[in-house]
T-cell receptor, first 114, second 111 residues
Framework: NAGVTQTPKFQVLKTGQSMTLQCAQD?????MSWYRQDPGMGLRLIHY???????DQGEVPNGYNVSRSTTEDFPLRLLSAAPSQTSVYFC?????????????FGPGTRLTVL | QQQVKQSPQSLIVQKGGISIINCAYE??????FPWYQQFPGKGPALLIA?????SEKKEGRFTISFNKSAKQFSLHIMDSQPGDSATYFC??????????FGTGTRLLVSP
């Protein structure tokens, strides 16, 4: 049971480049989400999904796209990277049941945009 | 708009002392209040959580105190240890999983 896995661990991009951050979970969780963590700002929700084929925007969605074709995978796409997207990105998953809201986080991807 | 306000930003406590981190929220619809612990280079992990039907929850050395009327909740770490040195985030959500996080508190427990 690997939990939530993220790849890559580190990435450096040039402004305007695109890339996909990968996230996978093997716990059969319905709910998956992407956060970015910036100093002094905590974790901010980018996009989330409550099941395969269903996604929605969080607090800071601009510049990012997501899709959810399977229960296990929830990739995050940066369409045209900007220096403001330099951050640490975390993927998380949990069950979609009331009373069990624990979110399990991956180890993160540290992204630098030059 | 910061829906969950956390303080202090950083905290230094002597080994064996009590660490206290406070959070205040605005949305009265919030019904789930977790605390997450994050070590450097790792993702956050759930430490303890409370729902508004109780005023206190204790798990080992960690206690959440909840004041519904004041819309505040706090984390108390008793007998703080150097291994507790980490960043702590409070959070809140309404209904399902859309957590709103505080800005974090960096705790350093000195030996």
């Amino acid at each position: 049971n690997a939990g939530v896995t993220q790849t890559p661990k580190f990435q450096v991009l040039k402004t305007g480049q695109s890339m996909t951050l990968q996230c996978a979970q093997d716990m059969n969780h319905e709910y998956m989400s992407w956060y970015r963590q910036d100093p002094g700002m905590g974790l901010r929700l980018i996009h989330y999904s409550v099941g395969a084929g269903i996604t929605d925007q969080g607090e800071v969605p601009n510049g990012y796209n997501v899709s959810r074709s399977t229960t296990e995978d929830f990739p995050l796409r940066l369409l045209s990277a900007a220096p403001s997207q330099t951050s640490v990105y975390f993927c998380a998953s949990s069950y979609w049941t009331s009373g069990n809201n624990e979110q399990f986080f991956g180890p993160g991807t540290r992204l630098t945009v030059l | 708009q910061q829906q969950v306000k956390q303080s202090p930003q950083s905290l230094i406590v002597q080994k064996g002392g009590i660490s206290i981190i406070n959070c205040a929220y605005e949305n009265t619809a919030f019904d789930y209040f977790p605390w997450y612990q994050q070590f450097p280079g790792k993702g956050p992990a759930l430490l303890i959580a409370i729902r508004p039907d109780v005023s206190e929850k204790k798990e080992g050395r960690f206690t959440i105190s909840f004041n519904k009327s004041a819309k505040q909740f706090s984390l108390h770490i008793m007998d703080s240890q150097p291994g507790d040195s980490a960043t702590y985030f409070c959070a809140a959500s309404s209904g399902f999983q859309k957590l709103v996080f505080g800005t974090g508190t960096r705790l350093l427990v000195s030996p």
